[in-house]
């Protein structure tokens, strides 16, 4: 229900985009979200997209990331530039409606110093 792309290597102060295509039936009526999980670290939010367009950042990734939202291809992007080593990690989107919350697979992002 939820295939993400888009991850990489690359180097510092670089940059990426990630894509997560939905379903319709999902992308119309969730708030759509990307996660990341650094190694031998928690899953952590770093942007979340509402089905208003409004985007929330963490504070780590403001100014530097853009999340937005397609309805016309049902994907949810995920602007990464000035990427910095910390932002190593898989990516994971994410799907959050009444308490439902869907996952898709990882995609892996390093970033090199």
């Known amino acids: 229900q939820l295939q993400a792309c888009g991850g990489g290597l690359v180097q510092a102060g670089g940059s990426l985009r990630l894509s997560c295509a939905a379903s319709g039936s999902i992308f119309s009526f969730y708030n759509m979200a990307w996660f990341r999980q650094a190694p031998e670290k928690q899953r952590e939010l770093v942007a979340r997209?509402?089905?208003?367009?409004?985007?929330i950042y963490a504070d780590s990734v403001k100014g530097r990331f853009t999340i937005s939202r397609d309805s016309a291809k049902n994907t949810v992007y995920l602007q990464m530039n000035s990427l910095e080593p910390e932002d190593t990690g898989v990516y994971y989107c994410?799907?959050?409606?009444?308490?439902?919350?869907?996952w898709g697979q990882g995609t892996l992002v390093t970033v090199s110093s």
């Open positions: 994410n799907a959050q409606r009444l308490g439902v919350s869907l």
């Open positions: 997209v509402l089905t208003d367009g409004i985007g």
